[in-house]
């Protein structure tokens, strides 16, 4: 005994340096606890007097009931299964042990624990045994910590059995050593069904200190820790990005990630026993045989999915696996490939072959000595040239909001809405002197969003305006707060949208014989996708075209000193306005 308290010193002193890993207090703890109850043992052994048996025999308790506890926290901790050593399982575990132990201290007064003691000595009388008449409660918690003691020992042998050698043999050490205080209680427990005994089991903590004492040195207990297949599976499915669903054989949803319910809006009870199809729309009740994209619940995000049987032992289908990844930002950037392919194809080359030609008009009227033609010729070619700097300007800005490039990257930076309409305005009317853009909003400046939004509103003003043929074309800008979204309408007075743009926008693409004339719609549309707002284009029953706009905002905290900046820039944007 006096072993075993010396070896539960040392563990307990060990595993506190290295509290802060799996597994350590709880064996701190048993350790401490086998130690209190050996000494304990040892010291009632020695007294003689019943009072002060009894005294030592209540602290000893402590030990006795929380040894159980602290194997079954330990073990559970070091197999990875953690839920169960929360402190709200690890209470209700504890519970029974508490109230025994209140029972042990006061049994005087209800006898529940023990109905007599009296001290007995032995044949050599250098020490004497208490002879208890147990009571109901003992036995009750005699099994339930022969309980805790053989799930921890399960829980060690099940993960054994999956793991490699350098576990196998840490798991086969610490059961070895649990075994031995078991099998020294059961012993002490079948002896004193035939009178008084000695109690063997702090003698047996000897073995299972020493047993604690080679996993932690020579098999790195506390280093490396163990996590058995079917609760690694269970962690790499749930914080998988991929949103995954399990179905019966009947395309009933039986499990889920938690992506999966997130996607769906829903929690995860109320998604079980539901249909598939009920759920999801565009999957059909049968195994898809290659990657088709959906649309999951209200969200306008697109997934390939990704379906697979799978069997029992026998080979016999019991379920399907639905993994759906996430593939919108890949038809994105397709998407733009097949649009920047066409500008380079058709609008660069058609712009450089026309300055080509006007150049060539310009040597040959200028050889002729033809002033006149070689300027309007000259004006044609800046015309031109004009084109190719603004397709050059909008496609950087389309991979800049594409994060394609890291020359702007204030586009993430959250910027007060009413500031970026103001500053759009005074960009388009800085470049178009001769327009007028009226912008209304009633926006504090605590509603911010992603700076996106001025690129996207400086093109819809500018289309507004260069395709506008009066002498001074007119745009207004309104902007309103609705609920957790900014909705802005961009109103012209021109001669509306080409029908074939919206068409090849709608239309999420282009062919060879539909396409746009250039990147300003895609860069809105795209820009929009950006911030996760809608779009919408609407032909006035006169003249001009309404785009509106629904984009998701934020409300920040009132900051003085970035109000204040914010401010400032605001002034700015009206004095470039005015």
């Known amino acids: 005994m006096i072993l075993s308290g010396l070896i539960s010193v040392g563990v307990t002193a060990y595993t506190w340096r290295h509290r802060k890993k799996p597994g350590a207090v709880g064996l701190g703890t048993l350790a401490a606890a086998s130690g209190l109850w050996s000494v304990g043992y040892l010291i009632e052994l020695l007294i003689s007097d019943l009072q002060l048996k009894l005294l030592v025999a209540n602290v000893e308790w402590i030990g006795v009931l929380v040894a159980p506890v602290a194997w079954f926290a330990f073990a559970f901790s070091y197999t990875g299964r953690d839920r169960y050593t929360a402190p709200g399982p690890l209470m209700i575990v504890s519970f029974l042990p508490m109230v025994t132990l209140i029972a042990a201290w006061t049994n005087p007064a209800h006898h529940i624990m023990w109905a007599t003691s009296e001290v007995v000595p032995t044949a050599t009388g250098a020490i004497t045994l208490m002879d208890h008449q147990w009571g109901p409660l003992y036995w009750v918690i005699l099994a339930y910590s022969y309980l805790l003691w053989l799930a921890g020992a399960l829980a060690l042998f099940q993960t054994m059995l999956d793991l490699p050698t350098i576990y196998r043999l840490q798991a086969i050490t610490l059961i070895v050593g649990t075994l031995m205080p078991i099998l020294g209680s059961l012993s002490t427990v079948l002896l004193e069904l035939y009178g008084v005994a000695l109690d063997v089991t702090p003698a047996t903590f000897t073995f299972a200190g020493l047993a604690y004492a080679i996993a932690l040195s020579q098999y790195d207990l506390l280093g490396s820790r163990p996590v058995p297949r079917s609760i690694a599976c269970e962690r790499v499915v749930k914080s998988m990005a991929d949103a995954v669903v399990v179905t019966d054989t009947k395309w009933r949803i039986i499990a889920l990630n938690q992506t999966a319910a997130d996607i769906l809006d829903r929690t995860t009870a109320d998604l079980k026993g539901r249909p598939i199809s009920s759920v999801i729309s565009g999957t059909a009740s049968k195994k898809s045989n290659g990657n088709v994209a959906v649309k999951l619940g209200e969200s306008q995000r697109d997934f390939e999915l990704r379906t697979s049987t799978f069997t029992d032992f026998h080979g016999r289908p019991i ?260």
């Open 319 to 578: 379920g399907n696996a639905l993994v759906f990844r996430d593939v919108t930002d890949r038809r994105r950037n397709v998407q733009q490939l097949e649009v920047m392919n066409r500008v380079l194809r058709h609008n660069l080359r058609t712009e450089a072959n026309m300055l080509f030609g006007y150049a060539d008009l310009v040597v040959e009227a200028l050889a002729n000595d033809s002033l006149d033609r070689a300027q309007r010729y000259s004006e044609t070619v800046r015309d031109h040239a004009f084109s190719l700097v603004t397709i050059s300007e909008k496609a950087r800005k389309i991979a800049a909001l594409h994060g394609n490039t890291t020359e702007d990257d204030e586009t993430a930076t959250p910027v007060p809405v009413g500031v970026q309409l103001e500053q759009a305005a005074s960009a388009v009317k800085d470049e178009h002197p001769g327009c007028v853009v009226l912008v209304e909003s009633d926006l504090d400046d605590q509603i911010v969003c992603s700076s996106t939004l001025e690129h996207v509103v400086q093109e819809l003003i500018e289309n507004g305006v260069v395709h506008n043929y009066s002498d001074t074309p007119t745009v207004q800008v309104e902007a309103f707060e609705s609920e957790e979204t900014v909705e802005i309408h961009i109103t012209d007075d021109g001669p509306g949208i080409n029908p074939n743009e919206l068409v090849a926008i709608r239309a999420h693409g282009e062919t060879p014989l539909q396409h746009g004339s250039g990147l300003g719609l895609w860069l809105v549309t795209w820009g929009v996708d950006q911030l996760d707002g809608e779009v919408s284009f609407k032909r006035n029953n006169g003249n001009g075209t309404t785009v509106s706009l629904q984009v998701p905002v934020q409300r920040v905290a009132d900051d003085s000193e970035t109000t204040g900046a914010q401010n400032g820039e605001a002034e700015h944007g009206h004095a470039e306005g005015g």
